[in-house]
């Protein structure tokens, strides 16, 4: 029964976008050829019936086969700087990676006296750590980075208490996805509402502005999971030595001359992507076109060219290493997302959605766009649902008069807030694969954190609105 469904799953696919094509004469047969395709994507991006770019790449092409807009037009989406900026996060995370540098940041300050004896002081040093490395590299590559570590620190202090450390483990798995959404490359959908705000609308975020508002947000919501964790294992009689970290960290070869251009090279990147904000803060032109991009690959090629002992700190073969399903994924959702926009059916979307909330308070709307949002990327793909629900926001704001930004922001980041179930995102995945974690204790805390952070969440972006 289970194989007749998914032998039978792909060829609905298809089925559907037939049913969408002849249910919508209303429309004219632009609207009406793209929804059927976009129903198409929709339907594979949900059930994940192949790869999320490959769907992707189907839907663009046959947006550009049926002449719904200029091979040009389709193709120039995949050259976005926003993508750009993205691999610059990618080849700077795979630099520090290969280097050792995140891994001797990591106990360098875990080994400090300030968390000796306090159980809750490491879990806060640890949420700490994890939180803002998720700002600059991927959640996946700082879930599998810290695990070890954890598990190590764990081991050594021989815990007796199965949920004690099932929640810590979760911890880790919660500050991971919390920390990306500090930064416009902390997590995907953030990169998708940039670029589709200045696609769509001309709206400019830069990365100091994202990080002005996005970093309180991820600092409150840290806050809440350490209070609930620190609640949970406060009465647990558990003295922490952290004997363990400091023979890992004395087992480190003194820093090298790598380690320390990857850092240079990489605060260099970072002081040249908030220089635009604070020029102008201060009424300053700069002679120069600092777009984040265009500054992170320009950054992150100097780590192929800086000779280290006759060596370079990236070779060719580190490209391999880059997420490129998520940079192809980010192109194809720019591309069909615009199409969305241009051909009217976001403002129609827009219009019906406007209807069906008139009259609500603005906040009671936040919390509901939120809560759906948190609760439907449990089940699937955050990057999907940015790429599907983001152009609808766009003009749901216009429709309603309120800032663009602020609500597209609220939507990202809800993407990358599921928490109740392994598969929910890759950090969730990698923390319950070491078979230290029950599935309930994650369950429990994270539907109740989906909760709470919707709550917290419509409030923050509410404030945002309301004074800014």
């Given at each position: ?20 094509y ?68 990618f ?22 006296d ?32 810290m ?19 099932s ?21 995907t ?11 769509f609308?001309?709206?400019?975020i ?10 309180p ?128 059916l976001?403002k ?39 790429n ?10 216009g429709q309603?008069?309120?800032s ?6 609220g ?10 179930l ?47």
């Amino acid at each position: 029964m289970v194989k007749s469904i998914k032998m039978m799953a792909p060829l609905l696919g298809p089925f559907i976008s037939l049913i969408i094509y002849f249910s919508t004469s209303s429309l004219n047969s632009q609207q009406q050829i793209f929804l059927s395709i976009f129903g198409f994507v929709v339907y594979n991006w949900l059930f994940t019936l192949v790869p999320l770019y490959v769907t992707g790449f189907i839907g663009v092409g046959l947006s550009g086969i049926f002449q719904l807009s200029s091979a040009k037009e389709l193709m120039a989406n995949f050259g976005h700087p926003i993508i750009y900026l993205f691999l610059a996060g990618f080849l700077l995370a795979r630099a520090f990676h290969k280097v050792g540098l995140d891994r001797r940041i990591s106990l360098f300050l875990l080994t400090r006296d300030f968390i000796k004896g306090s159980l809750s002081r490491l879990l806060f040093t640890l949420m700490f750590l994890t939180a803002s490395f998720t700002m600059w590299i991927s959640n996946t590559a700082t879930t599998a980075m810290m695990l070890p570590l954890v598990l190590g620190v764990l081991d050594s202090l021989e815990i007796k208490d199965r949920k004690s450390v099932s929640l810590i483990l979760i911890c880790i798995a919660y500050a991971s996805s919390i920390g990306g959404i500090a930064t416009p490359i902390g997590s995907t959908p953030n990169i998708i509402a940039l670029g589709m705000l200045e696609e769509f609308i001309s709206m400019k975020i830069t990365f100091f502005e994202w990080m002005v508002y996005g970093l309180p947000i991820a600092t409150l919501f840290l806050g809440i999971l350490f209070y609930l964790t620190h609640i949970a294992i406060k009465d647990k009689q558990i003295e922490f030595n952290n004997t363990y970290l400091k023979e890992e960290f004395n087992k480190l070869s003194p820093i090298s001359i790598s380690e320390k251009w990857v850092f240079s090279i990489f605060l260099c990147t970072v002081i040249l992507w908030v220089l635009p904000s604070f020029a102008k803060l201060f009424g300053l032109s700069l002679p120069v076109d600092l777009t984040p991009g265009v500054v992170g690959v320009f950054t992150a090629s100097i780590l192929y060219i800086l000779p280290i002992k006759g060596e370079k700190i990236l070779l060719g073969s580190d490209i391999k290493q880059i997420d490129w399903s998520s940079l192809m994924l980010f192109g194809c959702g720019l591309a069909l997302g615009k199409l969305l926009y241009t051909l009217g059916l976001t403002k129609m979307t827009g219009e019906i959605l406007t209807q069906f909330v008139d009259g609500m308070p603005l906040f009671l709307i936040l919390l509901c766009v939120f809560t759906f949002v948190i609760f439907s990327t449990e089940l699937t793909s955050n990057t999907a649902t940015a790429n599907i629900l983001i152009p609808i926001m766009i003009s749901l704001a216009g429709q309603l008069e309120i800032s663009p930004f602020f609500l597209t922001m609220g939507v990202s980041m809800a993407c990358s807030l599921a928490f109740m179930l392994p598969v929910a995102t890759p950090p969730n995945a990698i923390v319950y694969g070491s078979e230290r974690v029950d599935k309930v204790d994650m369950l429990q805390l994270g539907f109740g954190l989906n909760i709470i952070f919707s709550i917290a969440l419509a409030s923050m972006i509410y404030l945002y609105q309301i004074i800014i």
